[in-house]
């Protein structure tokens, strides 16, 4: 069975502030995905990182994808309220179309 | 990209009872999934749904319990029967082939 595992699950930063969320399993994917999901909606795409080692960055956001594609980052530069939600990763497995989630980080930007 | 819509957006139901979920695509596509968020959890997929085929369901999930219809490239819908209260939850439609677009999710609460 296939496990993606996030952390942290639960971060609470003031406005300015750096985080990073990791997320990481045993297994290859390949590919990697990141969303954003908002109380009352849907998740909402972010980013796909594909090659091992690839690096993405989406204005303040840089999505790091491990060289042996079994990890993911999320780097949010200067955190502002409006990026407070849930960052869900999920990885497509090789060969199917299903897509394994993660358990979650739910980060609140506070002004 | 696509645009999904589903209805309805919430619901409250009783114990014993069956509601049907129904999601609208914009556009023709080949592969459906539907998905469970418990309260404060991740996503879980319950199952495939492909136009002229049966649903595929993932381990935990049952077609009495979770039927699934997909009449036609655009549709589906998703009943949970004879509910709980641990049915209560999001559920939510997605396609997509690897990267997956999502509707806005129906809450459920079964009282």
């Known amino acids: 069975t296939q496990l993606l595992e996030q952390s942290p699950q639960f971060l609470s930063i003031q406005e300015g502030e750096n985080l990073t969320v990791y997320c990481n399993s045993s297994?290859?994917?390949?590919?990697l995905q990141w969303y954003r999901q908002e109380p009352g909606e849907g998740p909402v795409l972010l980013v796909t990182?594909?090659?091992?080692?690839e690096v993405k960055k989406l204005k303040r956001l840089t999505f790091q994808f491990g060289d042996a594609r079994k990890d993911s980052s999320l780097h949010i530069t200067a955190a502002q309220p409006g990026d407070t939600g849930l960052y869900l990763c999920?990885?497509?497995?090789?060969?199917?179309?299903?897509?394994?989630f993660g358990a979650g980080t739910r980060l609140a930007v506070h002004p | 990209s696509a645009v999904i819509s589903q209805k309805p957006s919430r619901d409250i139901c009783q114990r014993g009872t069956s509601l049907t979920i129904q999601c609208q695509v914009d556009s023709q596509v080949t592969m459906m999934f539907w998905y469970r968020q418990q309260p404060g959890q991740s996503l879980t997929l319950i199952a495939t749904a492909n136009q002229g085929s049966e649903a595929t369901y993932e381990s935990g999930f049952v077609i009495d319990k979770f039927p699934i219809s997909r009449p036609n490239l655009t549709f589906s819908t998703l009943t949970v029967s004879n509910m709980s209260p641990e049915d209560s939850s999001i559920y939510l439609c997605?396609?997509?082939?690897?990267?997956?677009?999502f509707g806005p999710g129906t809450r459920l609460t079964v009282t």
């Open positions: 297994s290859v994917f390949s590919s």
């Open positions: 990182v594909v090659t091992g080692g």
């Open positions: 997605s396609v997509g082939a690897g990267q997956q677009y």
């Open positions: 999920a990885g497509l497995s090789g060969g199917y179309n299903k897509l394994i």
